[in-house]
Structures are given as structure tokens and as C-alpha cells.
């Protein structure tokens, strides 16, 4: 059973920023100011293009993600859960300036995902950090 959704109009960013997480827990962002929903951002050495190498390759080794958007400073990455094909949508804003990845993470559908979002942001800036 495949579940389709459409793209979500608050994907993308203006001027460096995320659309705001919505007020359900499924949702987290750097750039968040209500603590919920709050992560840090990925702080990187070296160039621009060697962390967004890293990070492209991290989502790379994930199952079930697709790169759908691709920029110099932006990333749009969909990931689908195993039996129902839920969509998370995953994006990633490259600050050369301050030398920070900054990200947010949302789930389309429903309320709660189980702090699903969260972990993976959690796992991908582990990894990117021992890599």
C-alpha cells in the first residue's frame, strides 16, 4: 500500500529562513524559537561544499530518502516510513557565513511522530560529526 501526498506549501526557505514548525510535536527546526520543537544547528570546519558533501552523502546511506530539491546553499529531502510510505519532509540551509547547517524536519501527516524526526536529525548530526 503506497500513501501519496502532495508537497507541502511550507517547504523552502526566504532570506535564510524555514517556515515555522506548526504548533504539533512532529515537527523540529533550528531555527525554532519556541523550545519544543528547537534543535541546534550543525556547526561545520572547511568549505561549504565539502559539508554539503557530507550531508548528501549521509542521506545517501539512509533508506527510503530521496533528494528533491538540490542547491548550492539548499537542500529538500523526502523520507518514507517502511509499511505506510509517510512522507517527512527534510531540509537543509547551508550558512557559510557563520559556518552552521541549519535544518528543519517535519512530518506531512498526523499529529505526534513519535519523536521520529528528531532522532533522525539527531543520527545525521552524529554522523556528520564523526565523519
Known amino acids: 500500500m503506497m500513501l501519496i501526498t502532495k508537497k507541502p506549501k511550507n517547504i523552502?526557505?526566504?532570506n535564510g529562513k524555514f517556515h515555522p514548525c506548526?504548533?504539533?510535536?512532529?515537527c523540529v527546526s533550528t531555527q525554532s524559537i519556541d523550545e519544543k520543537h528547537k534543535m541546534d544547528p550543525i556547526n561545520f570546519e572547511g568549505s561549504l561544499e565539502e559539508a554539503r558533501s557530507k550531508i548528501i552523502n549521509i542521506i545517501k546511506s539512509l533508506k527510503r530518502s530521496k533528494i528533491i530539491v538540490e542547491t548550492e546553499k539548499y537542500?529538500?529531502?523526502?523520507?518514507?516510513?517502511a509499511v505506510?510510505?509517510?512522507?517527512?519532509?527534510?531540509?537543509?540551509?547551508f550558512d557559510e557565513t557563520e559556518k552552521e547547517i541549519h535544518f528543519r524536519s517535519a512530518a506531512r501527516l498526523g499529529y505526534s511522530d513519535m519523536g521520529v524526526n528528531k532522532k533522525?536529525?539527531?543520527?545525521?548530526?552524529?554522523s556528520f560529526m564523526n565523519s
Open 84 to 93: 505506510w510510505r509517510f512522507v517527512d519532509d527534510v531540509e537543509f540551509y
Open 22 to 26: 506548526p504548533s504539533s510535536p512532529n
Open 12 to 14: 523552502g526557505i526566504t
Open 75 to 81: 537542500l529538500h529531502i523526502e523520507f518514507r516510513t
Open 120 to 126: 533522525r536529525m539527531e543520527n545525521i548530526t552524529i
